[in-house]
């Protein structure tokens, strides 16, 4: 007999109706955070009643999209919705509102500037949520941001000063106008600057994160105020901003490094137009984008009035310190300090053959170098070590030493100056200020710390290496590297430049008047038709698939869809597997030519193909 089974009941799921709103803004627009590019778009979701009074402007809600559920961040609440069917906010993540109107505006400027999803810029604007931070009382306070200021000013810092107090002093004297802004390149000059502020908001991603989420919000529901931070912190919310204030502007450290890779500074000159608040460049040396800036008049150059004393020391044989050098390096050394600035870290980047001069390399195509004086030669790609190294040319047992670094240099210039004192500082051995009244500093640029009384002398070693690196940026850089280091002396010291004596560096810097250089630098970009003249981007793609874009790129150009202006270079090998391809376009169409770019990537996104790596107006075109 046949056993049958008990019949079981089924159970049925059935999911809830959405409650109904009969407020009057029944609808909630919101930018969803749904990880797929060319979703990009705002979308409209009905907000129920029992959510109604939580789901306000900067709001974190839930919403269902494409079958699961995603956070999204509420724009505004409306009337009345284009859209058919629509579904309803899931729940409210957070009741604390994390962006204003006005932030919310400036995101999305920011993502149609630099072509991408709006979620890509608010994973920078806005710090990861902390719920414990929550639990105190935050009150969004929307007020009227002060009136309209026009003040657009590049100001020269002094040379014989601390950078800092004279920062600081700037700050002090807009303070009064409401809530200031100051964005600097790195921690290490947080840390500098926040001593003059201890009062001040710190905007850091060194912060914990709970500390940094905190701060955010207070920034935001907190009225005078000055807010110190590094390159994400110019999203800063302050219900009275007033002033932005951007130190040493033509920092690398100012560009993000993902995706999208917007600057700090042009985020800071669309915040000055857009919401009426000053903006102030505080440096050195402005950047090629700020120098054409203050060419048509759009910035003001307050320059310092000073003069300093510069002298030249050519090299004959390639040699570290020319012979007349050395006299005036013992001679400055008894008035205090001294300070060299090396391009380069390390020991040795390269190596090459004393006898037939070929560049060695590993038996995996990377280039060998040393990275101390006691320690033996290595790969730079591998570490494979050759303790007993032999030219793989000739056999030759001696190897050359090139592109010497920092340690080479502090043994070669103690051979130089004996029984001296001699302090490396670099980027791993950072020390913030040299306290004593005599010795010799080697610092690679950007590390060099500060002396109390200012040193005696700044050397500056390999000028010509640091301007003819083939980079586009490099005379910019070196330029700063220059004005930045020299500041640093004392009222009586020299600046020593071992240099052609005729660079148009010397009168520049002794003059202080970086335009001298700077304008012709200029002409020559426009002449090129370089940046800042032209709207660049830097398209990175499989290699494979590199030839047939550049095609598209140039049919698209014969029908008109992209300016007929454009010009399309590459594609250049960065590595096995990528292709470069640059876009050059002038200021006036560069609109359209972002436009393409993104709808490129959107098209891309939708057909599930890889996305490129895209760049519009990266810090280099080379590297």
Not at 94 to 105: E, H, I, Q, Y
Not at 345 to 360: A, E, P, T, V
Not at 391 to 416: D, H, M, T, W
Not at 513 to 528: C, D, T, Y
Request: hydrophobic share 40%; charged share 25%; with cysteine.
């Amino acid at each position: 007999m046949a056993l049958t089974r008990p019949l079981r009941l089924k159970r049925e799921v059935v999911r809830l109706a959405p409650e109904i709103s009969t407020t009057d803004n029944p609808v909630a627009r919101v930018w969803v955070d749904s990880g797929v590019f060319h979703l990009d778009q705002s979308y409209d979701y009905l907000v129920p009643d029992n959510l109604s009074e939580q789901v306000a402007v900067g709001v974190r809600v839930q919403v269902p999209f494409n079958g699961r559920e995603c956070e999204a961040l509420v724009l505004e609440r409306i009337t009345i919705s284009s859209g058919r069917r629509l579904k309803s906010i899931t729940k409210v993540i957070s009741r604390v509102p994390v962006a204003s109107k006005p932030s919310l505006d400036l995101i999305a400027l920011v993502a149609h500037r630099w072509a991408c999803h709006p979620y890509d810029v608010i994973r920078s604007a806005i710090p990861p949520r902390v719920a414990s931070v929550e639990k105190m009382h935050w009150i969004d306070k929307t007020t009227d941001r002060p009136g309209q200021s026009s003040v657009r000013q590049y100001l020269q810092l002094p040379a014989y000063q601390d950078p800092f107090q004279a920062l600081a002093r700037h700050v002090k004297s807009v303070r009064s106008r409401g809530s200031i802004l100051v964005i600097v390149p790195d921690s290490r000059s947080v840390l500098r600057l926040s001593k003059h502020f201890p009062e001040a908001l710190i905007l850091d991603s060194d912060l914990p994160r709970s500390e940094r989420y905190e701060n955010f919000l207070r920034a935001r529901t907190t009225s005078a105020q000055i807010i110190i931070g590094t390159r994400s912190a110019i999203f800063a919310d302050s219900p009275d901003l007033a002033s932005i204030v951007i130190f040493n502007e033509s920092s690398e450290q100012f560009f993000e490094v993902r995706s999208p890779g917007w600057n700090a500074r042009d985020i800071a000159i669309l915040r000055a137009r857009n919401e009426n608040v000053a903006i102030y460049c505080v440096g050195y040396s402005p950047s090629a984008e700020v120098a054409r800036l203050i060419d048509i008049g759009w910035f003001e150059f307050k320059g310092a009035k000073q003069k300093i004393r510069v002298d030249t020391f050519q090299q004959e044989f390639s040699e570290l310190l020319p012979g007349k050098i050395i006299g005036e390096l013992r001679r400055l050394v008894k008035q205090g300090p001294i300070l060299f600035i090396a391009p380069r870290k390390g020991y040795s980047q390269s190596i090459s053959c004393s006898g037939c001069r070929n560049i060695s390399t590993c038996s995996c195509g990377g280039r060998l170098e040393k990275k101390g004086a006691t320690t033996a030669i290595s790969c730079s790609l591998c570490a494979n070590v050759y303790s007993e190294w032999v030219c793989q040319y000739c056999a030759g047992l001696k190897p050359f030493l090139l592109n010497r670094g920092s340690e080479r240099f502090a043994q070669e210039i103690g051979v130089a100056l004996p029984g001296i004192p001699i302090t490396l500082c670099e980027a791993e051995k950072m020390v913030d200020d040299f306290e004593l009244n005599s010795g010799i500093v080697i610092a690679t640029p950007g590390s060099a710390p500060m002396s109390a009384d200012g040193y005696a002398a700044v050397v500056i070693l390999d000028g010509e290496k640091l301007l003819n690196q083939s980079d586009l940026r490099a005379q910019e850089r070196a330029r700063e590297i220059f004005f930045t280091h020299a500041a640093l002396l004392n009222s009586s010291g020299s600046a020593l430049l071992v240099i052609n004596h005729s660079n148009p560096i010397v009168g520049a810097l002794a003059s202080w008047k970086p335009s001298l250089i700077s304008r012709r630098e200029l002409q020559e970009r426009i002449e090129a038709s370089l940046p800042p003249f032209v709207r660049s981007i830097s398209l990175d793609i499989d290699s494979a698939e590199s030839a047939t874009l550049v095609r598209a790129l140039n049919k698209s150009r014969d029908e008109g869809r992209l300016p007929a202006s454009t010009r399309i270079l590459g594609p250049s090998t960065l590595n096995t597997s990528t292709h470069r391809i640059l876009l050059l376009a002038p200021l006036e169409d560069g609109e359209a030519l972002v436009l393409l770019m993104h709808e490129f990537q959107r098209r891309r996104s939708a057909t599930r193909k890889k996305l490129a790596t895209l760049r519009i107006d990266p810090y280099s075109l080379s590297r």
